[in-house]
């Protein structure tokens, strides 16, 4: 189980949102490669990236800052990013600048036939983002709720060839109030496909109900507000993933 560190990306800065309103935003800090370097140095095996400003925009708008990440860490570890990836041509750029996994979310509801040439010719590359509330997916930004179900959509994302589903509980989401773990199995044990836990990781505990069901194919965590303003530390929350992992 990874123990995956955000980094959200608005304005050039790094930031944390509540609940994916923009004017909730706290800029934790000015320097997203300098937060890189931080992660990598505490044993971070991969970051996620979510360019803030190209998630409203549809299209990307911290290139700059995404470069400068990159930059940092190097190829020590994967690096992966969602937000405002509308086209082929960005995600061509993208891996070209160093990226290892670009992550598709609103697009992948909205225009499934996008995610399938994506998949197609970036094969292992492509992850989805799906964003639910009460089993329903939701897109552009939180913002709209649709119709579908969220493991319906997964089921026909996997098929397209998609590397992974990260999924969020946008109810929990920077809100620190734990990780909906049973909707999170719910959709692991639909998929072959890994899933990746993502919205309200708030302390050990959390981290402690993930791991104890990983072997339904949940392989990571992402975590933001929580590791920047001090209720998870990293280093412990990894090093309990990685013993919890090894256990019989």
Not at 115 to 137: N, T
Not at 206 to 228: F, M, Q
Not at 232 to 243: E, H, I, R
Request: aromatic share 6%; proline share 3%.
């Amino acid at each position: 189980m990874l123990i995956i560190p955000a980094i959200d990306l608005k304005d050039g800065h790094c930031v944390r949102l509540k609940q994916g309103e923009m004017d909730q935003a706290t800029v934790f800090s000015e320097d997203p490669g300098a937060m890189a370097a931080h992660w990598v140095a505490q044993g971070a095996r991969r970051l996620h990236l979510v360019d803030l400003n190209g998630a409203f925009a549809g299209k990307p708008k911290n290139e700059e800052a995404i470069k400068a990440v990159v930059a940092a860490v190097g190829d020590q570890i994967p690096v992966q990013l969602g937000g405002g990836i509308r086209d082929l041509d960005t995600i061509e750029r993208y891996l070209d600048d160093g990226l290892s996994y670009v992550i598709i979310g609103t697009a992948a509801v909205k225009t499934p036939g996008f995610l399938h040439d994506a998949c197609y010719a970036f094969p292992g590359h492509i992850m989805v983002a799906l964003d639910a509330k009460g089993g329903k997916v939701a897109v552009d930004g939180w913002s709209k709720m649709t119709g579908h179900d969220v493991v319906d959509l997964a089921l026909k994302f996997q098929d397209y060839g998609v590397e992974a589903i990260i999924y969020t509980d946008i109810g929990r989401d920077g809100m620190l109030s734990g990780v909906n773990v049973e909707a999170t199995v719910a959709l692991a044990k639909a998929l072959s496909v890994p899933v990746i836990a993502s919205g309200g990781i708030a302390a050990l505990d959390d981290v402690r109900n993930l791991c104890a069901v990983a072997h339904e194919g949940i392989t990571g965590a992402i975590s933001g507000r929580a590791l920047y303003e001090g209720t998870l530390d990293f280093t412990q929350a990894q090093a309990l993933a990685d013993k919890l992992s090894e256990s019989p």
